[in-house]
């Protein structure tokens, strides 16, 4: 199932993660996080060690909406102390709305990652994305790794000078990131420099056109599931309560009011 | 008990699962300089790390003067342990060398005046005299290098560890470097130097720990 | 006719007060190797980089002189003509190396080009075997050691056949073990008839040359 075409992915992906954002139902979103498990399933994507690797981004995922919960006085009080109302039911609704929303983008963006970045890329620049800008990204991602080491090393060095990043009051803590903002910056310069030159002498951008050892097909497998994704996307926008529905209706009813 | 630093049967794996250390015992003296050698990935710069403190082992401990490095920040172990990255450029931070040399001190808030002495001296032992009011990040490599093992020398350890110290100088610039290395040695800095270069471990080493089969001569 | 031919060849930075190179003259023969040893900052990767012509393309300043590629000015030639006949390896392995794997970087430069794709992936499999690096094909650059990159990044310069290559200080940052791998890839093409201009500081690295030119 590894052959499905990367562009197929990015249309599920883009439908799934829209669907999520412009749906506040918890019933239609969890239906919606039921979809995404399913396609994420069929992709090959190892859920479990997915949500484990993001473990630190769940918790602040459950931190935020503990939060906007705490914050959401409306709806009948759930729990209170004394005559303070902590927790509302609305409260909890809205916060399980909340992660259900944004568990369904990281199942997205797992599903986006099961292909190769240069076949994503490749995707793009066959869809008329220009190629510098596809470039830059793969550049960006290639490089990612490297800046992280570059960070942490950085980071290390500068405490072991006897500046403790933690215990430096606010004041202070701008001067310190001016320090370490030093090196970043120049050592990007300076493998910008490098990167522009070898890309220069390998003949980047010597013709407006440039032709491309990968290229992707897309075979019926692809278009059947672009067309039942879509087909099931729709219907879904067109039961009664959806919000386009009533985002029409309401305009409807703005007219006539006037 | 003139051990500098010490190793008592540590085990280290990397994050993706191989292990590099197991059970490893290694005592360091005051003094003297060992030179760390073996192929890439035998795990020298592991093993300089996690006697730093940068990592730590999943078994065992790692004494630096006596301390635990368990219980040691980062900071406390940079006043013991001077380590110089195989990149200068990753620790240099500031506009000009005589700052790189002393803002830890002066952030700490230390005395400017006996800090800005120090400093001469440091420009003066390792040959940055020149270049005090250079930018660091764009001073020549042997330069950079220099000035790194200067700055974390102002912390005042008596210990330093470097990571091949000698990648991409020249026959001059690592001249430059051995001299150096022989003015610390004669005050007594113990060194622990990761280097592959044959004539410049012949010049400095007291002792050899070639990882991979562990051989201490 | 010489492969290469520097002409009093004087150049100064922009932003900086003295010239790098004045009056430089020398010329290298067809399937001739010759390296060019000099202290650090005398002036060498400049040397490098006006020769391959990345000075005046990227880098600005004044330049007066001319450098000949085969008899012809190479401010006269296009990009592509340019890398077509000289290929330019640097010091640093890792900024050579950009995409997500080594097929691609091997592609990169004929894709540049609008070299057919059957061709292209002919001149991969070719050049993986050449070299021995069959099994890195797929793999991530990230993963691969200093020695390793530097010899993709050769391999990547190799693909556009080039038939100059100059070599920027490149063993500078190698180990050992990489360093004899690499000596022994530039050996082979030198046998094959390449042109190849080292610029070291090291003796030891350029054993390999026919001649060896001072740089002051």
């Known amino acids: 199932m590894n052959d499905i075409d990367p562009r197929t992915k990015i249309v599920q992906v883009l439908i799934l993660s829209t669907l999520g954002l412009i749906y506040n139902d918890i019933s239609v979103l969890s239906l919606i996080l039921f979809a995404a498990i399913v396609i994420a399933l069929i992709n090959n994507v190892n859920l479990i060690s997915t949500l484990v690797k993001l473990k630190r981004l769940l918790k602040i995922i459950v931190l935020i909406a503990l939060i906007q919960s705490l914050l959401t006085n409306a709806g009948a009080p759930v729990l209170k102390i004394g005559s303070l109302t902590i927790l509302t039911d609305y409260g909890i609704l809205r916060a399980l709305e909340f992660i259900l929303r944004m568990v369904i983008i990281i199942i997205s963006a797992a599903i986006i990652t099961t292909s190769s970045s240069r076949e994503i890329i490749q995707g793009l620049i066959q869809w008329h994305c220009p190629y510098e800008i596809a470039f830059m990204v793969s550049v960006a991602i290639r490089f990612l790794p490297i800046f992280k080491e570059e960070m942490t090393d950085m980071v290390t060095a500068i405490q072991l000078r006897g500046i403790e990043l933690k215990k430096v009051k606010l004041n202070k803590k701008i001067q310190v990131y001016k320090y370490i903002l030093t090196p970043i910056t120049i050592n990007s310069v300076t493998k910008a420099k490098e990167l522009a030159a070898a890309m220069e002498m390998r003949g980047f951008r010597a013709y407006p056109e440039r032709t491309s050892c990968m290229v992707l097909k897309m075979r019926a497998v692809d278009y059947i599931i672009i067309v039942l994704s879509i087909a099931a996307a729709l219907l879904l926008l067109a039961q009664s309560h959806s919000p386009i529905y009533l985002f029409l209706a309401s305009h409807k009813l703005g007219i006539r009011c006037e | ?217 | 006719m010489n492969a290469v031919e520097v002409k009093n060849l004087s150049f100064k930075y922009n932003n900086s007060e003295g010239y790098v190179l004045k009056d430089v003259n020398f010329s290298v023969r067809k399937g001739e190797t010759v390296a060019i040893i000099g202290q650090s900052g005398c002036g060498k990767s400049t040397l490098c980089n006006l020769i391959c012509g990345l000075i005046p393309r990227l880098y600005k300043g004044e330049l007066s002189g001319e450098v000949l590629i085969f008899g012809e000015n190479i401010n006269r030639l296009s990009i592509s003509e340019t890398v077509s006949k000289i290929g330019i390896i640097f010091q640093n392995p890792s900024t050579q190396l950009f995409s997500p794997t080594i097929e691609d970087e091997l592609a990169f430069g004929p894709e540049n080009l609008c070299v057919e794709r059957e061709e292209i992936c002919n001149r991969i499999d070719k050049i993986l075997k050449t070299m021995n690096m069959e099994k890195y094909r797929y793999d991530n650059p990230n993963n691969l050691s200093g020695g390793q990159q530097q010899l993709v990044a050769i391999a990547s310069v190799l693909m556009l056949a080039p038939s100059i290559l100059i070599c920027d200080e490149i063993m500078s940052w190698i180990d050992d073990e990489g360093k004899e791998i690499i000596k022994d890839v530039l050996l082979k093409l030198k046998e094959e008839g390449k042109t190849i201009i080292m610029v070291d500081h090291d003796y030891d690295n350029i054993k390999i040359a026919d001649r060896i030119f001072n740089l002051r």
Not at chain 2, 20 to 40: C, I, Q, W
Not at chain 2, 69 to 78: D, E, K, N
């Open chain 2, 1 to 217: 008990m003139n051990n500098t630093i010490e190793l008592n049967n540590i085990s280290y794996k990397y994050p993706k699962g191989r292990k590099v250390f197991d059970n490893f015992s290694l005592n360091l003296k005051n003094g003297e300089t060992t030179v760390l050698t073996g192929k890439n990935g035998s795990g020298k710069t592991t093993l300089t790390k996690l006697i730093m403190g940068i990592l730590k082992p999943s078994f065992g401990e790692v004494k630096v003067f006596g301390q635990s490095t368990a219980s040691l920040s980062l900071g406390s172990i940079g006043e013991m342990v001077g380590y110089v990255f195989q990149y200068p450029e990753r620790q240099l931070f500031s506009t000009s060398v005589v700052e790189e040399l002393t803002f830890p001190l002066l952030f700490k808030g230390y005395n400017k005046e006996e800090t800005m002495d120090k400093a001469e001296e440091m420009l003066e032992i390792f040959d940055l005299g020149k270049v005090k009011n250079s930018y660091p990040l764009f001073l020549s490599y042997g330069e950079k290098r220099r000035l790194a093992i200067a700055s974390v020398l102002m912390i005042g350890p008596k210990y330093l560890i470097l990571d091949e110290p000698t990648a991409s100088l020249d026959k001059e610039r690592i001249d430059a470097l051995s001299e150096v290395l022989d003015k610390l040695k004669k005050i007594n800095i113990g060194m622990l130097i990761i280097s592959h270069n044959k004539d410049f471990i012949e010049r400095h080493k007291d002792k050899v720990l070639a990882l991979e089969g562990v051989n201490y001569e």
